[in-house]
C-alpha cells in the first residue's frame, strides 16, 4: 500500500472560536494571575513597554540592517536587554540575528524549497503521526492538517531530509513549532539548522542523534551542579534516589518549551539563543532553589511530583530570572564536560576492549 504524504491529506474542520490568551493559546476556565496581571496593566506601563520597543528598532535598524554594528559596539546593552526580554513585536526578526539563522538563509537561497517540495523523508509518517501533539492549545496548531499543522511538517521533513544522520526525532516539534509562531517556515528551518548545527553556540544535534548523546552530557553536568550548588537537596535526591533523567530531560530537549507557561520559556529562549544552553542549566537550579525548603521534605513520589509540577510563583519570569542570571555556571560546565568526556571514553573504550 503506497504511504500518504502530508498533501494527501484534507485539512479537519476548523476548531470552535474560544478565548484566547495574547498568545494564541486557548484560555483555561479560570484566569490565572498572569492573565489577571495582564488585563490591570496601566497607561504608564504601556507607555514603557512603547518606549522598549522604539529602543529596540532603534538598535536592530530596518531589516536588522544595524544589528551587527551595534552587537560590536554595545555589547553589554545588547546583554542587559535581551536578559530584560525583547519585545514580542519584534521576537522572530531578533531571534534570527542573534542565532545566525538570517546569514544562513541568505547563503542558501532555494534550498528549503527544494527540500520539501522535492525530496522524500524516511520520517514522514512518524512526523504527521506526531504534529497534533505539538502545542496542542495553540489556535495555529489546532486545525487537524490545517495550516499550521502543514508548516510544521514541512519544516520537520525539510530538516530531517537536510540531516539525515538526525532524521526527525519528537522533541523537535516543540522547537519547530515555537520558532513557527514567530517566522515563516524558510526563516524557523534555518534556525533550527542553526540551533542544531552550531552556527553561534555550541551544535546541539546531539540531543536528537541516537542515545541522546548530549542530553545524557547534559544530564551528568546538572546532576553535579546541584550537589555542589544545593548540597542538602542533594543529598536528599540521593537518599530518595532520584536523579535528573527523571525530571530535567525535556528541559533540555525541549528548551523549557513543552511544559513550562509559554511567557517564561519566551523569555528563556531569547537567552538561549543569545548566550547558549547554559542558560537552562541555570534556569533549573534556580527553580530547585526556588523550592529548595518544600523539595527537601518530600518522600519519592511526592518529590517526582513536585519536580514535574513546579508552583506557579516559581515559575514568573521577574522572580526565576534574575536568580538565574546571578548563578555562575561557565567554567563549571566546561570541566564537567571534560570529566564527563574522559569517563565516557573510558567506558567506550573498554566495551570495545570487551569485545575483541
Not at 24 to 33: P, V
Not at 47 to 76: A, F, L, T
Not at 102 to 125: C, F, H, K, W
Request: hydrophobic fraction near 40%.
Amino acid at each position: 500500500m503506497e504511504k500518504k504524504r502530508m498533501d494527501d491529506y484534507e485539512p479537519g474542520p476548523v476548531p470552535s472560536p474560544r478565548a484566547l490568551d495574547r498568545f494564541g493559546f486557548l484560555k483555561q476556565e479560570a484566569n490565572n494571575s498572569s492573565e489577571a496581571l495582564t488585563k490591570s496593566r496601566s497607561a504608564n506601563e504601556y507607555q514603557r513597554d512603547e518606549r522598549r520597543v522604539r529602543k529596540w528598532r532603534k538598535m536592530i535598524g530596518v531589516g536588522g540592517s544595524d544589528w551587527k554594528h551595534y552587537v560590536r559596539r554595545k555589547p553589554h546593552v545588547v546583554k542587559r536587554r535581551i536578559r530584560k526580554g525583547i519585545p514580542d513585536c519584534l521576537r522572530g526578526l531578533v531571534w534570527q540575528l542573534i542565532s545566525g539563522s538570517r546569514d544562513l538563509l541568505l547563503m542558501n537561497p532555494g534550498v528549503y524549497e527544494q527540500l520539501v517540495i522535492y525530496e522524500t523523508s524516511a520520517s514522514e509518517l512518524d512526523i504527521i503521526r506526531d504534529i497534533s501533539r505539538t502545542f496542542p492549545s495553540h489556535v495555529f496548531f489546532q486545525q487537524r492538517h490545517g495550516p499550521g499543522q502543514r508548516s510544521l511538517y514541512n519544516v520537520l521533513k525539510a530538516y530531517s531530509v537536510y540531516d539525515r544522520d538526525v532524521g526527525y526525532v519528537q522533541g523537535m516539534g516543540f522547537l519547530a513549532g515555537l520558532l513557527l509562531l514567530y517566522m515563516s517556515e524558510e526563516d524557523a528551518f534555518w534556525l533550527l539548522v542553526a540551533l542544531l548545527k552550531g552556527a553561534v553556540h555550541a551544535p546541539m544535534e546531539g540531543l536528537y542523534l541516537v542515545g541522546l548523546p548530549l542530553v545524557q552530557q547534559y544530564l551528568f553536568q546538572f546532576d553535579q551542579l546541584v550537589r555542589e550548588y544545593l548540597p542538602k537537596l542533594g543529598e536528599h535526591f540521593t537518599q530518595e534516589m532520584i536523579n535528573p533523567s527523571m525530571y530535567a530531560s525535556q528541559w533540555f530537549i525541549t528548551v523549557f518549551s513543552y511544559s513550562f507557561p509559554f511567557h517564561l520559556a519566551l523569555r528563556i529562549w531569547d537567552v538561549f539563543l543569545y548566550e547558549g544552553v547554559k542558560i537552562v542549566f541555570k534556569v533549573g537550579l534556580a527553580l530547585l532553589k526556588y523550592c529548595h525548603d518544600d523539595l527537601v521534605k518530600l518522600p519519592f513520589e511526592k518529590l517526582i511530583h513536585a519536580l514535574r509540577n513546579f508552583p506557579e510563583a516559581a515559575m514568573d519570569p521577574d522572580t526565576l530570572l534574575p536568580t538565574a542570571y546571578s548563578i555562575k555556571v561557565s567554567k563549571r560546565l566546561e570541566e564537567l564536560k571534560l570529566e564527563y568526556e574522559k569517563k565516557n571514553g573510558k567506558l567506550v573504550r573498554s566495551a570495545e576492549f570487551g569485545q575483541k
